[in-house]
């Protein structure tokens, strides 16, 4: 699969990473190079066979339900960038 | 009658479906240990794992599972033994691990369905495609600080219940009627406090439009977190008839997400929130598959309670109620306990009509809950005993009840202090009829005469003059015997 | 006299046991060789104060007969695994200033044990690499040198800081992380152990997640004994990750035996590749004999579908990193470059904190999940990883444990690095399987290469059957008699 320059771009959008214009063409060229490589996959035969999402033969297990965690405000701002009023600070969103 | 819309160019008929999302009632999260609490100071609800901090890591919360099943019990739906937590990955200031855990081709809970039942006493089945469990998102506050938002994660993480309905609704009404009535099965089986104000019930209403008469669907539009059944109903009635003259304009209604304003009584596109949306969907390999045994649904079916139909039928069968009268009552649990109590070795007609007309309006006008009634169910119960044992007539009951209800006073208390016993003596009743058969000789022929009608006046002038106390047969049979001989 | 730096971790153990010697005199011996050894840049963050006030306090623990299986013994955390008030970085320019409030099981594991912490140790930007050369903080050196070059070479990665610690012995061990080879790569390329236990055997809480489905901590040490010492310290079911294993841990120390006789050892065959360096085939087949020497079957297995494990895991991998690294975004710790909007602030701050390599797999990720591509890459390679897993069950039907090379060759010189991502992928072809399949597996040096660097081999486990690894690895361990120290341990830069 090739991807150009706009596939690319649409991409590093999706994945909030901001691709220098001039870096677009190269990163094109390698993303593709991957693909084209990561497609010989195609030739294995996998008719029947279920998708594996993890090797772990286990049944999740639960927890009680029981309040055992937060009240931590001053950890969960310690490394904020940015904060105010306790709260995170971002660039101001549109509703 | 089908509700329709009257366009230009003809009929045109309504397709909602809605997709309730319903916060679990736990103490704890879905996947950490902080309060599922509703408040609290900023960010004080918060577990480094909802704030994903680098290697925290989700873990499920028995309770939510146990409260997902129930609720699917309750909706008569198919609960899947196997079921999968996926990603949905976006990015918003809301949503701290980049995406959120939800589940996506395989729910806990697959279909069921649930039973409207509609002001004219008919009831119809409403299809649910699915519920599955996943996490809030955190509140972003927008006008605290200029040019900036604060994001509050207190909310994130909290379980949420999505309950997707079929696109079986064809009326606001039938809307609201769902909204209402899955709020009844929830605040039933104690899984969801139903609050809309609180957010802890939000709906995302889809509609298109049809011509009357026309076979498959037509695009739809989504309209994004509306908060009252009133509202749900508004923002379809101008949603449809917004699809209809693009419709009938020669347009194309384009699938999209739209917010409803109910101060404007119209909805608008969100084309910001449409932007290249890819959720990514995939199991997510922090979590394994959820697998539920049948030990453990038939013991959460087991602590089902009755449930709102269950329960409608029996008050038809066992008090003959009409389905109506029968309907109002189940809706809250509450108040059908009320009703029980009231109805219990009584008749249990009466009882209803006691119960819906006099008591829930004389609550709703005062601006009171059931739970803040100044008449119990016992001293409501014991004003009908004085009535069927004759000691008071009905419209002295009215008056009494009224000052039960301004003084929290006992019936009988009442009766006694202001004497309002019924007055049987028929010598006394007999005096006050011979006192207006003298007063209105006129009338007396006119009786005679044929006019049967001027009878029930004479009632009336003979209860006057008896303070309202006199039994009503009484006076009715009395009169009889006297005018007409 | 003893250098304390060169013991093993065994061995150090039982001279704290004896009273040889304490455990602030052994932490002090290590800082000085950290300090000596700077030029490796085997560690990114160092916490000497820290180290001598744990090594006093397992002293004074010692002193009132509370000795832990790890009591007094410095050893080196990946930076990948939290440290309280101690900052945690992923050798990232994402994370250079995050100090988590909270340390990772395992990490937590091993102080309970009693051992001393020295600092946080160089890897690949989130553990993406082979080199360590897409570390933010420059590579980590491998103390080897070929003969007669002085060519800086690659420890490996990417837990590579660890590997070129152990190596190089300014830590008596490490923990490391593997997710693809992380762990037995660099152990090959230095000349140490490097053990992979089975996914679920070790908790990921609080281990900086790369691949959540492959991510698996393990021991990084300089022998096989120690290895087990320290899987014991490190292992254990943790509520905390639901995909940690409710098992037992057994005293992996206690089950070396040495004696592997009627063990069965299968040997893949289609790790034989063309293009297979010819030392690397050789110690191969010397280890194989080895093994029957000891009284072991050696049988040729076949586990056909090997030639799609690495596409299978650049796909699997890169698809969680994907998912897993979008919580660095700006907003709760890390790096922010603020942007005018939210979304501007979120791709400046990612384009500027991660790295190119990261980024690459974050976006052939993202490609792979996405809408239209995600049956065609996604779920196709999770249906290759079960018929990978598939070709390993079979193989143990008839075998107990895999012998194979750990990489295709010895380690690289820095500046030789392949520039061509796929090329640089081939280092992981015989580590990346095991990974998939979630099976234990073990490096250990084998040998020298004709330039005098170490060459690795690997052994493969059924699940949670790492004794019997760990048993194959002793046997090898004393067959092989590997005693190469490398050039620069122990010597002033």
Redesign the interface.
Known sequence: MA?DKTT?A???????????EDRQET?AR??S???T??E?????D?QG?????????????????????????D????????K???????????? | MTYAIEGNTGRWTVVVGLEVHAQVVSESKLFSGASACYGGEPNDQVSLVDAAFPGLLPVINAHCVEQAVRTGLGLRARINRHSVFARKNYFYADLPQGYQISQFDKPIVGEGHLVLDMPDGSSRTVGIERLHLEQDAGKSIHDQVPGASLIDLNRAGIALMEIVSHPDLRAPDEAGAYLRKLRSILRYLGTCDGNMEEGSLRCDVNVSVRREGEEGLRTRCEIKNVNSVRFVMQAIEVEARRQVEVWESGGEVLQETRLFDPSRGETRSMRSKEHAHDYRYFPDPDLLPLELDEEFISKVRATLPELPDEKKERFIADYGLTPYDASVLVVDQANADFFEEVAKDRDGKLAANWVINNLFGALSKAGLSLAESPVTSGALGRLLDLMTSDVINGRIAKDVFEIMMETGAEAEAIVEERGLRQVTDTGAIEAAIDEVIAANPDKVEEVRSGKDKLLGWFVGQVMKGTGGKANPAVVNDLLRKKILG | MTVLTDLTLVEARDGLAKGDFTAVELTEAHIRAMEASRALGAYITETPEQALEQARQSDARRATGTVGLMEGLPVALKDLFCTKGVRTTAASRMLENFVPPYDSTVGRNLARAGAVTLGKTNLDEFAMGSSNRTSFFGPAVNPWKRTGDDAALAPGGSSGGSAAAVAGRIALAATGTDTGGSIRQPAAFCGIVGLKPTYGRCSRRGIIAFASSLDQAGPMTRSVKDAALMLSAMAGHDPLDSTSAPVEVPNFENALTGDIRGLRVGVPREYRADGLDPEVSALWDRGVEMLRDAGAEVVEVSLPHTDHALATYYILSSAEASSNLARYDGVRYGLRVEGKTLDEMYSRTRGAGFGPEVQRRILIGTYALSAGFYDAYYLKAQRVRRLITRDFLEAFGSVDVLLTPTTPTPAFALDEEPTDPLTLYLNDVFTVPTSLAGLPALSMPAGLSGQGLPLGLQLVGRHFQEETLLNAALVLERACAFSGAPMFAGKEV
């Not at chain 1, 066979?49 to 405000?73: F, H, I, K, Y």
């Not at chain 1, 950890?75 to 940015?82: F, K, Q, T």
């Not at chain 1, 105010?84 to 509703?95: D, G, K, L, Q, T």
């Open positions: 991807l690319v649409n991409i590093a959008f999706l994945a909030r990473i901001d691709i220098p990163l390698e993303l190079s991957i693909l490589w990561v010989q996959l195609e030739q294995v996998t066979v279920e998708p594996m999402a993890s090797v772990a033969n286990l049944a999740l297990s639960w927890r009680p339900d029981a309040v055992t965690d937060g009240g931590c405000v950890d969960v701002l310690s490394n904020a960038p940015e105010n009023s306790n709260c995170f600070v971002v660039p101001r969103m549109v509703e």
